[in-house]
């Protein structure tokens, strides 16, 4: 099997807007419900505690994710079959069905029981398609340019960064102008109502884009997969656990400041709009970065300032609430986490031959997330009920960031991944 080593900078930057704006908005759509959890919880689970109404509605959030692995095999050995431009074509169009379901739901009051178990298919709707969307993006991207590829991927992780700053743009733009009231009848429902309107736009982009230059698999790619690279998928996995769980930290900081620390909702959200520009501008620079002076190396290094700084953050937002201390400890672990996320891609792609990249990648990273993504919300909350301390998804962050410098290692040691 042959890969074009490179291909002009014009069919590279087709190749980011296709790749870039339909995951950005299946991105954008997943962190929407993060941030506007307290708001659906409300809306769709009965009773009149909000703190358990927030738990049910991260439970389906984190739920949800238990169907992005199977999406990834299904969809990425589509995409090593058939092609990934395919593949992101039929993506899109799941998310959007997915969105549409969310944005028109009635709510428990009106249909019962049937408000949730509906949100449950919209987002399971949504974990499928954006199970398949990293691995067959991600591929599509580096395999524009080889001399590029930490570059190219970047833009995987960048546009996950821009939808985080999109959708908390939106959570503090709308709780500044609307009433607690306007917010739980109707105010969370437009961010998903603007993801439809972006959904026909990416479809069309991503319809009219030159193939990626790798021929398509001609073995059935899952058997291969787990006969054969076990290792590239605990190496892929590791790697990317620390970026995980510190994304899901992230998105889940505004909700802590707001319910734990008691900060005004408007402007925690706008610390999250400042950590997602960082992460939209910083992360393509890491990518660029580390295509020159070593992936490994500037990964290892960030994952280390992750785990020595997470706990000092947490303690020191805690001891002093302000928007100004939110802001400064998110901003750090933001550039923090643009450094890793820049090179993060093409490491993980680096893990699998070409057969097989789209399956791996897609199968290996919706398993680590679910795992260490889907599920952050819900332990950084039950971390701190069951030790009475705000600071314990602090180490949390130590444990991941621990793991994530072993699986870095062993691809230098063992793949010569650099």
Not at 28 to 43: E, H, N, Q, R, S
Not at 298 to 308: D, E, R
Not at 351 to 377: D, E, K, M, Q, W
Request: hydrophobic residues 50%; positive net charge.
């Amino acid at each position: 099997m042959t890969e074009t080593r490179t291909r002009p900078r014009v069919t590279n930057r087709r190749a980011i807007a296709a790749a870039t704006i339909g995951n950005a908005l299946e991105w954008f759509d997943l962190a929407a419900y993060a941030l506007m959890a307290a708001y659906i919880g409300k809306t769709f689970f009965p009773g009149g505690n909000a703190a358990i109404q927030l738990v049910q509605a991260y439970a389906v959030f984190g739920i949800t994710f238990l169907i992005r692995p199977l999406g990834g095999l299904v969809l990425g050995a589509y995409a090593d079959r058939h092609g990934r431009k395919k593949a992101l074509v039929l993506t899109i169009r799941l998310m959007v069905l997915g969105t549409l379901l969310l944005a028109i739901m009635p709510g428990y009051a009106t249909i019962g029981v049937l408000a949730p178990l509906g949100v449950i298919v919209a987002r399971l709707l949504q974990g499928f398609a954006a199970g398949g969307e990293f691995g067959a993006a991600t591929s599509f991207l580096i395999e524009q340019d080889d001399r590029r590829k930490g570059f190219l991927g970047s833009f995987q992780f960048a546009s996950q960064g821009f939808s985080t700053l999109l959708s908390a743009g939106f959570a503090a733009g709308l709780t500044a102008v609307l009433s607690n009231a306007a917010m739980t009848s109707w105010g969370w429902r437009v961010p998903f109502v603007f993801g439809l309107l972006v959904g026909p736009v990416g479809y069309y982009i991503r319809r009219h884009v030159d193939e990626s230059p790798v021929t398509p698999a001609e073995k059935a790619p899952i058997k291969e997969l787990f006969r054969n690279h076990w290792g590239g998928l605990l190496i892929a996995g590791g790697a990317l656990v620390v970026s995980t769980s510190l994304n899901f930290i992230l998105q889940s900081l505004p909700a802590f400041a707001i319910k734990t620390l008691g900060l005004d909702d408007s402007l925690s959200f706008v610390a999250l709009v400042i950590t997602g520009a960082v992460l939209t501008l910083g992360t393509p620079v890491a990518g660029w970065f580390a295509d020159r002076h070593g992936r490994i190396r500037l990964m290892t290094g960030s994952a280390v300032l992750i785990g020595v700084s997470a706990v000092p953050l947490y303690l020191w937002v805690t001891k002093a609430p302000s928007f100004l201390t939110l802001t400064i400890a998110m901003t750090v672990l933001g550039l923090l986490k643009a450094a890793y996320f820049g090179a993060l891609p093409s490491v993980m792609a680096d893990a699998f031959p070409a057969h097989t990249r789209a399956t791996g990648l897609s199968f290996g990273y919706n398993a680590t997330v679910g795992i260490f993504g889907g599920f952050t919300p819900t332990i950084a909350a039950a971390l701190i009920a069951m030790t009475g301390s705000p600071v314990s998804p602090g180490y949390y962050l130590v444990l991941t960031a621990c793991l994530s410098v072993a699986a870095l290692v062993v691809a230098h040691r063992r793949r010569g991944i650099r």
